[in-house]
């Protein structure tokens, strides 16, 4: 093993698995598997150098604090208390976005936060910072830990952290963080510590929620007082708050989400009006015969009144996402998350005992399915062949193939070569489906 040692000799493989694959091995050992699918997003998908230093990307918007600046009072004072409990201790507090706002720190590991950024304020998403305890807790909307060479950035090797995400309580939407970490040693608060310490906060955010109804239906009362529209008052999430007579008759499943208008599934609009009221979409008041009112809140969107135009035809279907075409295997994210991924998407999968992970455009993920047989049944059709007893390659994704002293060797990319092997049994097929 090349580099530095570790500071703690429990990490020393986990080092090494780390140098590992950031040299370019597809499968890491000797690693949480969360830990690990997150190693592979950072690589192959965000594409971080893990060498180096989580950059500021100097985005300084803050009006999600002022939206909910009780939360985030609360949060400070929980901070400086932890700090106080826990003697050498850093803690921060970031937005849903992972942008420290602030930090507490005492003992050698406040002194060290300097250097490596931990209490400025560049992003500590995954997306720009790599594996951490931040990152991870926002991806997974719960709490998390990443401890030592866990972190995808070399520069937070001596580091120890363990974050947890406090979320929306209608959108489920991250909005801050609230993290502990420690200098080369291990952090004192477990991620289960953390949860039990910001479970009052939950108060906070029902009440915030709670005001954000009440504006919703405000809106649309005096909406309503004008009379004539077909109404229906939804709040950020696109479920239903409130609906009027008009749409009623119009509509009768109005109560019964998900729902549509004109084909549009109304959480689906509801994504779309926030991000609009955000400037990160265009305007589409009138497509479709309806027209879209934002009820905001400060800077922010918290739900919205929909106004039926006249002449509007009855809702239609909403097309069915499982509609017959090509296979999807079910996957597990690190979040514990159940995603469909389609078979195109599929480069490969390896066996590991009964665990099954999958190698496809967005990085490695485990199949909800155990045992390569049973994957290999639901991708029956799509294009993929058994090559070894361990491994099922999509052949319309296959790149490269070698001849090596024990046999076929595959590989499904040019910039980052594998090794997939093939075994004797199954190399006279492979070669005919090929065209080899």
């Known amino acids: 093993m090349t580099g530095p040692v570790p500071w703690s000799r429990s990490m020393t493989r986990t080092y090494a698995a780390w140098e590992r694959f950031t040299a370019g091995d597809e499968h890491p050992e000797d690693v949480p ?83 490596t950024g931990l209490a400025s304020a560049p992003r500590w998403a995954e997306t720009t910072a790599g594996t951490n305890a931040v990152g991870n807790a926002l991806l997974g909307r719960h709490a998390a830990g990443v401890c030592g060479p866990q972190h995808w950035s070399s520069a937070l090797h001596d580091w120890s952290c363990t974050s947890v995400a406090l979320c929306d309580a209608v959108t489920a939407t991250p ?30 955010l029902r009440q915030a929620a709670a005001r954000d109804r009440a504006r919703v239906l405000a809106a649309y009362g005096r909406i309503e007082r004008r009379g004539g529209a077909a109404l229906v008052a939804l709040d950020a999430a696109g479920r239903v708050v409130a609906a009027n007579a008009a749409f009623r008759a119009r509509d009768r499943r109005a109560d019964e989400l998900p729902g549509g208008l004109g084909g549009v599934e109304l959480a689906d609009l509801a994504r779309r009006v926030r991000a609009r009221a955000a400037g990160h979409g265009p305007g589409d008041d009138g497509e ?58 599929i480069r490969h999968a390896r066996a590991d005992g009964h665990t099954v992970w999958l190698t496809t455009d967005d990085g490695v ?19 993929f062949l058994r090559v070894h007893r361990s491994h099922l390659v999509n052949l319309a994704r ?9 046999g076929l060797v595959l590989s499904t990319s040019v910039r980052r070569p594998e090794r997939i092997p093939v075994s004797r049994r199954c190399a006279p097929r492979l070669r005919h489906r090929l065209g080899l």
């Open 33 to 115: 598997w969360g830990i690990a699918a997150s190693w592979h997003r950072c690589r192959d998908v965000h594409r971080i150098d893990p060498r180096g230093v989580p950059a500021d990307t100097g985005d300084d918007d803050a009006a999600g604090c002022t939206a909910h600046a009780a939360l985030f009072a609360e949060l400070g004072a929980l901070a400086a208390s932890l700090t106080t409990r826990h003697g050498d201790c850093l803690v921060t507090v970031t937005d849903g976005r992972g942008r420290v706002l602030t930090s507490w720190g005492s003992g050698p590991s406040g002194r060290r936060a300097n250097d």
């Open 175 to 204: 909005l801050a963080t609230l993290t502990a970490s420690t200098w080369r040693a291990l952090v004192p608060v477990r991620p289960v510590d953390l949860l039990v310490e910001t479970r009052p906060l939950g108060g906070v």
């Open 288 to 345: 479709g015969g309806y027209e879209l009112i934002p009820v905001m809140a400060g800077a922010e969107p918290v739900g919205f009144v929909v106004a039926v135009q006249e002449g509007a035809g009855p809702r239609r279907e909403v097309p069915d996402p499982a509609a017959p075409g090509q296979p999807r295997i079910a996957a597990l994210t690190d979040a514990g998350r159940v995603v469909l991924v389609p078979a195109a998407a």
């Open 365 to 383: 993920l485990r199949a909800a399915r155990r045992g390569i047989d049973h994957v290999e049944q639901e991708l029956a059709g799509a294009g």
């Open 398 to 406: 296959v790149r490269e193939v070698s001849a090596e002293r024990g």
